[in-house]
């Protein structure tokens, strides 16, 4: 074991990657005290800061006797647990038989394991002996019999660590957990940002960034999906910290449902985070034997500002979190029919589409909603996965064939976890959706949730898409989901177990999601929901990529996809260029301005192709051949920030730099002309300073350092929304 180490004189357990280290001690009375994360600190074990004082109103545990010092209630912890004197918020709280709820959770013993931990049944990162290794130390309640393995995944290379619990009871009656955070993070007196991603349907991942305060601030969803409302991804920070200096810390939640992610300040000035599966409706009931994990944490740790911070999370999830073979590799660029036809189409409309998207050198058509059932308007047809011969005359094999036969490849829309009222599935089986017994549903886009965490309705639904998917060459699925989920109460579960239905219906979709990219390993896949409701660490572990939002306003998309940055790599994002008026804001920028912004994502266009003027298909086919040659940087090379669009009105600038610093994208929006206009200038960043560096278009070269260091003026042009385009390559 290189990375992990335990120090058996003073009980000190190290983590170490190249560039941030962690450490915890189990100190008096078996209590595992959190020591430190942050930068690499050498050999020094950071046991200095714990100063020991006799704190009022702070009780102290039975075996502390006569020592007034001792407290939990100001001690930095690894993992809390209620009913034991600690009033902060806590990570665990498990009700026993006899109604108490307290724990008393002690250090017993640890292991340590080369390679990376798995999580049954959840999404987590992967790492073999050579990239990673795990530390287990064993929490326990001595009463209740109750063991907390808290897990711990080391990633030297890539400077994450990772954390989840797993439960597990060992006594002889039942405990039912309340809470099981997934992790704890104890700071000493450090004032602090919170920087986090807000946001609503078509307007998600708005950056916040806002002091500390005393007390308890949080971020959560309770809608069964981790929600357009707050990303379960958040940063904290030094006040000084800059996108690329100072100090900072990100936390990603590898879980796609309900969670919460807390942050007391506390008495003391101590800064407490927790984050893990929401409370809110959720209660585990262990039997003896039983076993519960939590999902994963990704933390990591950057000295150099939020820009190296993402970047960590960007290569992260690139090589050990996404599986798919597409993940570094050209993925199809595509042609999605829903702001084109929505409902409104017939197989020959579809297959010219198709045929306008191969003219200008596109890869993959996408077939979106309304091939299904009944599906004509979305009040129906939800549940029933039977292709609509009488939209789509002959069948789908016969359209796929005919599409593939012109060169493209064909990908379909699916919406698996809900029923609408009006479909046969529904008729035959009212009792498959979340439903509470005797009270009105809450409808929502007018569909339901089925129950998900029913094996026999998960079978029914992917037996049916299984057997569309069989019946043609379907290269490309997304997978939409389009209403939060609401009418939380399962028929199939008896009353003591209702509170595991938000966490059971996650593990439900998580199954389907793994057996379609088992049986179809080829498989491009993409999340959705609606847009980026589920824009999560938990989803990037099936699909490479997500629809980032149902809003295609090249102006929006700027804040959406900027906020999105901070914690997913940009090959993450489907980003498709659309028709003006634009749909969701009416706004109209230039077609070449929606290229720009499409291209910092996973391009793609979603719109009447048989409708572009001869200058827009020349545009397209040039935006679709320079992608092409550059989309290498998008999903292998370091994304700048250059600009925030929530500071800057003036424009927004982002750069791309490959691994090699050979090559080097800069694009961006002058949001606003003026008369008689100022020069603005921007500066790169991540070039080799002493090397030179040619701009493409006017054959100028300079040196990284010019670039970096004196800057560039961007284009002075006419009229709003203009595009920025530069490419650098080194000489
Ligand atoms: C959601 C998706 C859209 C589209 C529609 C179809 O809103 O985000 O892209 O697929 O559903 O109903």
Redesign the pocket.
Known sequence: MKYITYNEKTNVFSLRTNHSMYQMQVREHDTLVHLYYGANVGDTEITHRIISLDRGFSGNPYEAGEDRTFSLDVLPQEYSGYGNGDYRINSMEAQHEDGSDALHLRYECYKMMEGKYSLKGLPAMFGSAEEAETLEIVLYDRISNLKVHLLYGVFPELDVITRAVRIENQGEKTVTIQRAMSMEMDYPNKHMDFIHFYGRHTMERMMERLPLHHGVQSVESKRGTSSHQHNPFVILCDKATTETHGDCYGFALVYSGNYKCEIEVDQMEQTRLTMGIHPYHFSIRLNTGDVFETPEVIMAYSDAGLERLSHIFHDAYRSNLIRSKYVNTPRPILV?N?EATYFNFDEEKLFQIAKAGKDIGLDLFVL???WFGKRNS?YTGLGDWVVNEDKIKGGLPKLVERINGIGMKFGL?I?PEMVSEDSDLYREHPDWCLRIPQRHMNRSRHQLNLDITRKEVRDHIMGQIFKVMDSCNVEYI?W?M?RSVDNVYSMALPAERQGEVFHRYMLGVYEMMEQLVQRYPDLLFEN????GGRFDAGMLYYSPQI?CS?NTDAVDRLKIQYGTSFGYPISTMGAHVSVCPNHQTGRSTPFETRGVVASAGTFGF?LDLEKLTPEEKELARRQIREYKETEHLVQTGDYYRLTSPFKNNDYVVWQFVSKDKKESIVNGVMLRNEANPHIHLIWLRGLEPDQYYKDMASGAVYTGAALMKAGIPLPVGIGDYQPITFRFERQ
């Open positions: 999605n829903w979106d909603d309304g979305d829309w919406e997304k939409d389009n959705c929901s609606g847009g629809w149902d979603e």
